[in-house]
């Protein structure tokens, strides 16, 4: 299975934009990158994907690396409300259901 | 509608109950998942269902008995659970079983503690 790699815990100000990395350096030509999350007491809730070309959406951006090994989520404004558990999980083709890393862990500060 | 609902939404059994947990969506999707996700842990898969049939069984024990009655119903069947089976289980679903290029709906999940 790809694998990713993502921080343990992250810290951002409220208000100012976050940057969420990932790194995926076996991805393979055809896996998308998903974003979920989980809020406190909360079950995960989509995010964001994208394959090849950045990406944005009401929530969030995802910037895609050119060579496709790595991504960053964006959050342009965070709020106390995006302190969450963030997961970066790639979705290759067949049917292979969502299997959850670690995540990183986002904290916001008032 | 694009939620997935969960019912109970908290449960104690003890050890030697049978119970059930469920799992409704009408969205007309036809993969629905069951997790299972211990505290300050990400969710584990436990079974997968694909147009009423079961397509994936995470070597789950079989005190954790899954049954899919319609494409829109999902349970979850306990029976002789044991202390540290206590989690909260999460029900989701996508329109397809592979989520490749589409997104998967999760319910709020059952607190369940086995006592």
């Known amino acids: 299975d790809a694998k990713t790699t993502q921080p343990n815990s992250m810290e951002s100000n409220e208000e100012e934009p976050v940057h969420l990395p990932c790194n995926h350096s076996t991805i393979s030509g055809t896996d998308y990158i998903h974003w979920y999350r989980q809020l406190p007491s909360q079950g995960p809730e989509y995010v964001i994907h994208?394959?090849?070309s950045n990406v944005n959406n009401r929530m969030a951006s995802l910037a895609i690396a050119e060579d496709r090994k790595s991504s960053t989520l964006i959050l342009h404004r965070a709020t106390l409300r995006d302190a969450a558990v963030y997961y970066c999980?790639?979705?290759?083709?067949?049917?292979?259901?969502?299997?959850f890393g670690k995540g990183t862990r986002l904290s916001v500060i008032a | 509608d694009t939620e997935v609902t969960q019912t109970p939404k908290h449960l104690v059994m003890g050890m030697t109950n049978k119970k059930s947990l469920k799992c409704e969506q009408h969205m007309g999707h036809r993969a629905m998942y069951w997790y299972k996700q211990k505290a300050k842990k990400p969710p584990e898969l436990m079974f997968v269902y694909s147009y009423e049939k079961l397509s994936i069984n995470e070597s789950v024990p079989s005190r954790f008995s899954p049954e899919c009655p319609n494409s829109s119903l999902l349970n979850l069947h306990l029976h002789a659970l044991q202390p540290e089976d206590s989690a909260l289980y999460l029900c989701a679903s996508s329109p397809g079983q592979g989520i490749r290029n589409t997104e998967a709906f999760f319910g709020q999940g059952t607190r369940l503690t086995v006592v």
């Open positions: 999980i790639l979705g290759p083709s067949g049917n292979t259901p969502l299997v």
């Open positions: 994208g394959l090849t």
